[in-house]
């Protein structure tokens, strides 16, 4: 990590803490969506259906849209306010204790839109399996 900040690089240690965060806060909208019977009481975290097809076809357009919002570049900006609303909430995902906003900002503000909307689809298809097999060092321009 030595090395990197010298390069004027960030080294982050997030394992699969980063990714599940950002898509909790970037895709809050679709997790909270008003689909009937999917969050049947307030205290839920997130939609029954996450870890199902379902999560994706019963909000498929909600969905495409956010991931074009992001793919366009509008990902910094959406993170700024989920981060504004949201910060601390129970959101599926989330892990406030292990990863803080300057770390989602910096990744978010590194990667291009497309990767991150790739990295985001992935998870609404399928929560299960792919958080095991997430990047567990990310590097990024140290901020000024």
Known sequence: MAALSACGRRALHVETSLW?????????????????GMLPTALLSGPLDLRT?????????????????????????LLDAALDAHLG?????????RVGPDALQAVVAALPGPALAAVLHVFCEDWGPPLGACPIWCCCRAPP
């Open 20 to 36: 599940t965060t950002l898509f909790a806060l970037l895709m809050r909208p679709a997790l909270f969506a008003p689909v009937p």
């Open 53 to 77: 097809p379902g999560f994706l076809r019963r909000r498929q357009p909600l969905i495409q849209g956010l991931l074009g919002r992001i793919r366009g570049g509008a990902a910094p900006a």
């Open 89 to 97: 909430e129970a959101i599926v995902g989330a892990r406030w204790d």
